[in-house]
């Protein structure tokens, strides 16, 4: 049997010292939370995307859920989403009392497509919310049409897409998009989020709201030129993103075309390692003009060709010293959906046989090209075993 000497995590973040020393220095500076980093941070991160409005948040989540309230999503309104997603999406559309609808993946591509959400389109829809799966866009010109055409509202789930382009455009370059900094993420802030978009009164809102709903944030109340009086315009929240973070986000996003180059060699190399092991199904890549960011290396279990199911096969893994992901369980698959949604297996077949055979492989800049052999070793040995 194929055992690695010390087990590699499905992810780990690309911390180097430049981002050590940069939160070194926030962290002796005197001020810590949200002020001038956070502020280059919005900036920096707005060039990148090529947006022209930006809001720094706590996380991805917090950034999606300002978003959706500030469109005035809430009771009556449906809102349609992919159930193969992380589940903050669906319980944000759930918690502003709207009702979440989901739309079918393409099997091929493991995204919604306009033409599934169009089935699923009623007079109540408010708004659609596409995932950039793993790396990739969702062909967002139909979707752009679709949504034009039905009068709803396009909020693109781009945690997955930072440097990830459709048609020689940076995702967040135009429309509303909401990326995440989260630890495994292509560039992470620890915790950490971006809503990116054209409506300046958009970024407007989320950005008081994330703040108590404060004229003025910290910042400018504390500063040497700032002034102590606040004003409460609407009730809000606590999101705002700290220096402390937005330091490791600015030295993050210097590097992190480099990191993506480094992530799609890595993916490039699995590719080739697993093309002869006919177990392993692979998810089949956009065919319009595209940049991945390979977030993350998905793939699939064929059920039909081994004689164990997709998480016995990743046990065996860890057995051997692979870690692994879901990315991910179903949303309608669970508890809280099928009981109180009523949704549940049989709604979206696409989806559900995805959702029972994929999963993440170790894809992390720092990996070793010897640590995709290791993984596709195991892989390898394990098949043989289960092999039917
Ligand atoms: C597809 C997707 N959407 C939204 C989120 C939420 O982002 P965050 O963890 O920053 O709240 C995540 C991830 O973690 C995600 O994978």
Redesign the pocket.
């Known amino acids: 049997m194929f055992i690695r000497s010390d087990f590699l995590p499905f992810s780990r973040p690309s911390i180097g010292p430049e981002d050590i020393e940069g939160v070194v220095a926030v962290l002796k500076s005197g001020w810590i939370t949200t002020g001038p980093k956070t502020g280059e941070f919005e900036e920096a991160f707005r060039r990148y995307t090529g947006a022209r409005f930006a809001s720094s948040l706590t996380?991805?989540?917090?950034?999606?859920h300002l978003t959706l309230m500030a469109l005035g999503i809430g009771p009556g309104d449906e809102v349609i989403s992919p159930s193969l997603?992380?589940g903050?999406?669906v319980n944000l559309i759930t918690l502003l009392g709207a009702k979440p609808v989901f739309a079918e993946i393409d099997r091929q591509t493991l995204m919604i497509t306009p033409e599934t959400v169009q089935r699923v389109l009623t007079g109540k829809t408010k708004a659609i919310i596409p995932?950039h799966?793993a790396g990739a866009p969702v062909d967002l010109d139909p979707f752009r049409e679709l949504a034009e055409q039905a009068k709803v509202l396009l909020v693109e789930?781009a945690?997955?897409a930072v440097g990830t382009e459709y048609r020689g455009r940076k995702i967040g370059s135009s429309g509303t998009a909401?990326f995440?900094?989260?630890a495994?993420?292509n560039l992470t802030t620890g915790?950490?989020?971006m809503v990116v978009s054209d409506d300046q009164e958009l970024i407007e809102k989320v950005s008081l709201l994330k703040f108590h709903g404060l004229a003025k944030d910290a910042w400018q109340r504390y500063s040497r030129r700032g002034s102590p009086q606040v004003e409460i315009i609407t009730p809000g929240y606590k999101y705002n993103m700290t220096d402390i973070q937005a330091s490791l986000g600015l030295t993050q996003l210097a590097k992190v075309d480099e990191l993506n180059r480094r992530r799609a060699e890595l993916a490039a190399l699995y590719d080739r390692n697993l093309q002869g092991i006919e177990e392993i199904l692979h998810p089949v890549p956009p065919q319009y003009p595209h940049a991945h960011s390979h977030h993350l290396y998905i793939v699939l279990l064929d059920l039909d060709r081994v004689t164990v199911g997709r998480d016995d096969f990743l046990s065996k893994l860890k057995e051997r010293n692979i870690g692994t992901g879901i990315?991910?369980r179903a949303v309608h698959t669970q508890e809280y959906y099928r009981e109180t949604v009523g949704t549940g297996r049989g709604l979206l077949p696409e989806t559900e046989w995805v959702s029972d055979r994929l999963f993440s492989l170790p894809l992390f800049p720092f990996m070793q090209d010897k640590d995709v052999d290791d993984v596709c070793g195991a892989i390898a040995d394990v098949v043989g075993e289960v092999r039917k």
């Open positions: 996380n991805g989540t917090a950034g999606m997603t992380w903050s999406t995932v799966y789930d945690a997955h909401v995440s900094f989260h495994i993420k915790e950490g989020g990315h991910f």
